[in-house]
């Protein structure tokens, strides 16, 4: 059995400037990633046999994938799902995001008025950080919610690179529903009287209607009960959107936030590339495990069915596994024990030939 690297590295690189889709070019082009891997697998050395692991992170997610603040720790080390013993474990914080990638208020990066972010531009930052590393194919690309629809549009922009792919609770485009609920999100944010600057509150009630979308009504119910009759305490639940809402006011950026809603926003594939004239979503060659969550109200199990519809039309490998979770769309954070074994599935998926 390979020797694992004790802890994870964080690392940083510089890339190529970046034109945007919507406009405006990204100069002083940085990335900071998350590696775990072998001893003597380095992000400024990779081995040539060691297959990879892209893993992609969620809204105000960052690169740090596993270890200490982890957001899918529970899945990496030693002995679970991704093992760096197996496989190179990489993330890279999106493009757009404030932890150690160009975004906001960094060096070249586009004014907030001018810079109009989508899922094309986070997985052309990713593919850039790819090449700068050396890692050509990768072995498996997951992700959830808008780490989902990057997952796609990576494997539609360069579907020779990535061998398999586990898209989990996302679709093939942003519903109206979604935008509907990331519009709301933003007036609130533009309501701010510190906006664009320094906004406070407006973050904070932004993030508790995104936390009521993010989970689903048993969920809440079984962990946010009424309280009993004759106290005054006031509900559970009012509380925990409080707290949800400072947590995220003290770690996020608004305008980063701004810009990981317009790229979700943006995410459609079933349009094409530019210079192509079929839809993105048809490039799409690797094997595919198809996840969702039977009580997700942002991304239904209809849009799911639809998504491994339009990948089987258009000749990809696919599978389809529904989670049974009391949680909602957050249950790719929360249902533990059932996330391993799809991993594993995904994994050991027949991928296509080079």
Partial sequence: MPTVAATPRIFELGLPDLALARGGVVRSHRVRGWWWSREGDTPENPAKDVPTVLLVHALTGSAVAGGKDGWWDPLI?????????????????????CYGSSGPGVEGFPAMKTVDLTSLDISRAILLA???????????TTGGSLGGMVTLT??????????????FATSVSASAWVVGWNHVARQILRL??????????GL?????????????????????PRPAPGTDAGYPVQSYLEHQGKKLRNRFAAQAYELQLAAMDHHDLTQPLPGDTKPAISRVRAATLVVDVDTDQLFTPAQAAALAAQLRAAGAKVERETVASIHG??????????LGPLLTKALHLQAPGP
């Fill in 130 to 140: 790819l090449d700068k590393l050396g890692v050509g194919r990768v072995h498996l």
């Fill in 192 to 201: 701010d009287p510190g906006y664009p600057e320094n906004v406070g509150r």
């Fill in 154 to 167: 990576l494997a539609a922009l360069a579907p020779e690179r990535f061998e398999r792919i586990l898209p």
């Fill in 77 to 97: 080390g030693p002995g679970k799902a991704l093992d760096p013993a197996h496989h190179r474990l990489v993330c890279f914080n999106n493009l757009g995001s």
């Fill in 329 to 338: 769309h957050d249950a790719f954070l929360i249902e533990w024990k059932t």
């Fill in 204 to 224: 904070e009630i932004a993030r508790q209607l995104a936390i009521l979308t993010y989970r689903a009504e048993p969920g809440l119910d079984a962990r946010q």
